[in-house]
């Protein structure tokens, strides 16, 4: 899965679908994809801030104001896509909960924010799992003879 049909299957396919599997090419690409919005929303709004009087400029206002809109507008679709990842690991969508309150814990958040980064990196499951076909090889459980 390339960038574009990675960014169109998160936000116009699977909006808010968390049923399912995501390989890992899915979940790695949204995430640059965020990393980068956010990131070129970022670079006016700093520009336009003011410096000499440490107040942010209304131009800044409405640059942050878009960049909080954004971030709603993603919210759903990362915690989904962040789901069926785990569903490709072959884990409950309940772990991506249990991960966001273990990050209010000093330092279990730091471990637990380790523990997700490494579950996420790792390869899923091969072939079906109780979440559903391969993302990677979905015609490779057709009948030949059907």
């Known amino acids: 899965m390339g960038f574009s049909q990675a960014i169109q299957t998160v936000l116009v396919r699977k909006y808010a679908t968390f049923s399912g599997r995501a390989a890992r090419s899915e979940y790695w690409w ?7 919005a ?9 520009m336009t801030m003011d410096f000499s009087t440490g107040e942010p400029s209304t131009l800044s206002f409405i640059f942050f104001g878009l960049l909080g809109i954004f971030y709603l507008a993603i919210l759903i ?7 069926r990842r785990l569903h490709d ?25 380790i523990a997700m980064l490494v579950i ?18 979905p015609m490779g459980r057709a009948d030949i003879f059907a």
């Not at 679709?77 to 789901?83: K, L, M, N, S």
């Not at 072959?90 to 279990?108: D, E, H, Q, R, T």
């Open 89 to 113: 690991r072959n884990m409950s969508g309940w772990w991506y909960l249990g991960f966001i309150a273990a990050s209010f814990i000093p330092f279990v958040g730091f471990l637990a924010s």
């Open 77 to 83: 679709p990362t915690i989904a896509v962040g789901v």
């Open 120 to 137: 996420f990196c790792l390869k899923g499951t091969d072939g079906d799992n109780r979440f559903g076909p391969d993302p990677l090889k």
């Open 30 to 36: 949204f995430a640059l994809f965020t990393f980068l």
């Open 38 to 46: 956010v990131f070129v929303l970022m670079i006016p709004a700093m």
